[in-house]
T-cell receptor
């Protein structure tokens, strides 16, 4: 069964304090791994897709990396506006659907 | 602007009532999805549709029904058979029938059963 776990469940950072969020997955062949940002009461907003181990993608203060078992979302010098829940999802190569993790709730304090 | 529109944003229902959540997209996407989100859990798939007049059950379809009469529209009915319907409901779409690529989400509908 395809599974996604995320850690930590919640993370509190001071503004400028860099850190990483983890997404661990088990899937029967990976078609893609996706990162989303979700603000309270809103729908998730797409951030990145990673397809193969070793791949990296960056957007502003965020950088996503992928290995065969996990993905990291690195946040460099975060700002309060980076506060949100970050969701990770995988899609199996033999499947049509996406499996989502429970998310990491990030709070960045000024 | 292209996107997915869900309505209503908030909905209150008495026990025993059916309610329908609307989802409309103008992205010309083939595939559409309904997810349920509960605190501390990942999004769970209720139903999905890859083409007009066809849809498949997801992991938690019991107590829900859908239709796909138009490419742009994928309404979800929460029936009285759904035991615990209070949740945040998200509609999504993506670009082709093979479901490759990222999902685009609406803003969600929060259903509360009184």
């Amino acid at each position: 069964e395809d599974q996604v776990t995320q850690s930590p469940e919640a993370l509190r950072l001071q503004e400028g304090e860099s850190s990483s969020l983890n997404c661990s997955y088990t899937v029967s062949g990976l078609r893609g791994l996706f990162w989303y940002r979700q603000d309270p009461g809103k729908g998730p907003e797409f951030l990145f897709t990673l397809y193969s181990a070793g791949e990296e993608k960056e957007k502003e203060r965020l950088k996503a990396t992928l290995t065969k078992k996990e993905s990291f979302l690195h946040i460099t010098a975060p700002k309060p506006e980076d506060s949100a829940t970050y969701l990770c999802a995988v899609q199996a190569s033999n499947g049509q659907n996406f499996v989502f993790g429970p998310g990491t709730r990030l709070s960045v304090l000024p | 602007d292209g996107g997915i529109t869900q309505s209503p944003k908030y909905l209150f229902r008495k026990e025993g009532q059916n309610v329908t959540l609307s989802c409309e997209q103008n992205l010309n996407h083939d595939a559409m999805y309904w997810y349920r989100q509960d605190p501390g859990q990942g999004l769970r798939l209720i139903y999905y549709s890859q083409i007009v007049n066809d849809f498949q059950k997801g992991d938690i379809a019991e107590g829900y029904s859908v239709s796909r009469e138009k490419k742009e529209s994928f309404p979800l009915t929460v029936t009285s058979a759904q035991k615990n319907p209070t949740a945040f409901y998200l509609c999504a779409s993506n670009t082709d029938r093979r479901n490759t690529g990222e999902l685009f989400f609406g803003e969600g509908s929060r259903l509360t059963v009184l």
